[in-house]
């Protein structure tokens, strides 16, 4: 019925560490719960009695028409969800005539995940292995086709996600056999996961971080070496060069990074806390929003993510001056759920919610949302 069901779905479906991994956040996860009430504290000015035979959920997002305002986030790691991974979802993307951005720490081949859409695919940005290995990347990316670059911002290091610790996360990845032997017991009571997962290969290699000798770096290497390798502003502009296509900045929250990436280029921001992973105790990006908006003033387009999980906040963040969300847990349920066919349906449950929401606002077109359809209470 919901996004909610497909997080239950999940639970069920894949080991414990898996689930986390997905569904936590950074420490005491206060961001990742004000994240949704900043949603639940937005009500709707609804105009009944509007006629609409016609409901238009379209809306264009830097060049690229998209059937919904809706796009699917960068999440890592997916084949650990499902073996479908990010081509899956890539495909799952493009039917739903949406947008798809691939991490830098996928586990499937820049090439093959955009060869698994007929939509548009964006590639984002971990400066994982320094400026070298980026570049290596970002010429394979473009040379097939990926239109836009994301350069995530708020990633110097990887905050503290306590329950993949305490679920054995470092063990798992760089322990020794025996400092591996407490935390197994999670996969056995997944045996349907664990078959899908040996069966493709175990834990993948990142096929698009490669070192100069042309090795494919491993996982556990890939999480430590995000600090030694993290964006700075001063890597706009050789990024700049080497990018032809729009780049886009996320992860910003206040007006001052945002007036600093569009002074450096930038085409879009996401105005994002990277759904309360990163940095503990930062606002709800829906809270910032009308911040960012005035302080961007038209000059690039603005795109939000963190917390949505129904169509109602989708329309609430484009209310607030949001051009399109991106969303993470949203589909990554549905991924680890069931393969593909979970991001469809994600993306499905996604698409009758909004249409839902503007019938009911006596709304025509997602275009003519703006902030008369709503009133934002502090509770
Ligand atoms: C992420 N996110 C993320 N962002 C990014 O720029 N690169 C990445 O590799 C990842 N990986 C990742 C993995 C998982 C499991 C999650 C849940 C998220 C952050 C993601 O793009 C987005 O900012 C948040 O997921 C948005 O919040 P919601 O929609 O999950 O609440």
């Known amino acids: 019925m919901n996004i909610d069901d497909l997080r239950s779905l999940a639970r069920e479906r894949v080991p414990r560490i898996v689930f986390n991994y997905i569904d936590g956040g950074a420490e005491g996860e206060i961001t990742l719960r004000e994240n949704l009430r ?9 105009r009944p009695a509007v006629a609409i035979p016609e409901c238009d959920l379209r809306t264009r997002v830097l060049g690229s028409d998209l059937s919904l305002p809706v796009l699917l986030g960068p999440v890592g ?15 799952a993307a493009g039917m739903a005539g949406t947008a798809y951005v691939l991490s830098t720490v ?8 955009k060869a698994a859409s007929t939509g548009p695919v964006w590639y984002q940005l971990y400066m994982i292995g ?5 570049e290596r990347s970002l010429a394979r990316a473009q040379c097939v086709g990926y239109s836009v670059l994301v350069i995530t911002i708020d990633t110097t290091i990887v905050g503290l996600r306590e329950r993949e610790a305490r ?7 760089r322990g020794n056999v025996w400092s591996k032997i407490p935390f197994l017991s999670q996969f056995l009571a997944r045996p349907q996961w664990l078959t899908r997962f040996l069966l493709d290969g175990g834990l993948p290699d990142m096929p698009n971080i490669i070192t100069p000798e042309g090795r494919a770096y491993r996982v556990g290497d890939a999480h430590t070496s995000i600090k030694r390798g993290a964006f700075s502003w001063e890597d706009m502009s050789w990024i700049r060069e080497l990018w032809q296509g729009p780049i886009v900045i996320k992860g910003v929250l206040t007006a001052d990074d945002a007036r600093k990436a569009v002074d450096r280029g930038a085409a879009a921001v996401v105005v994002s806390n990277h759904g309360g992973r990163q940095l503990d105790c930062v606002p709800a990006s829906l809270r910032v929003l009308p911040e960012i908006v ?3 003033n038209g000059r690039a387009e603005i795109l939000l993510d963190s917390g949505i999980r129904r169509g109602a906040d989708v329309v609430k963040a484009v209310c607030l001056g949001a051009r399109a969300v991106l969303c993470g847990r949203a ?11 979970g991001v469809t349906r994600a993306l499905e449950i996604l698409r009758l919610d909004i249409e839902r929401t503007l019938r009911l606002l006596g709304c025509p077109a997602v275009s003519a949302l703006d902030s008369s359809y709503v009133d934002v209470r502090r509770r």
Do not use: I, K, W
Request: net charge negative; aromatic share 8%; charged share 30%.
């Open 130 to 134: 320094g400026r070298e290995t980026a």
């Open 38 to 46: 900043a949603f639940a504290e937005v009500e709707f000015r609804p």
């Open 106 to 113: 996928s586990g499937q081949r820049l090439e093959d995940v």
């Open 331 to 341: 589909y990554a349920y549905g991924l680890a759920a069931a393969g593909e066919a």
């Open 294 to 296: 005035e302080a961007v």
């Open 167 to 173: 679920d054995g996360m470092d063990q798992l990845l």
């Open 77 to 91: 790691y997916c084949r650990v969800m499902h073996p479908d991974g990010e081509a899956g979802a890539a495909r």
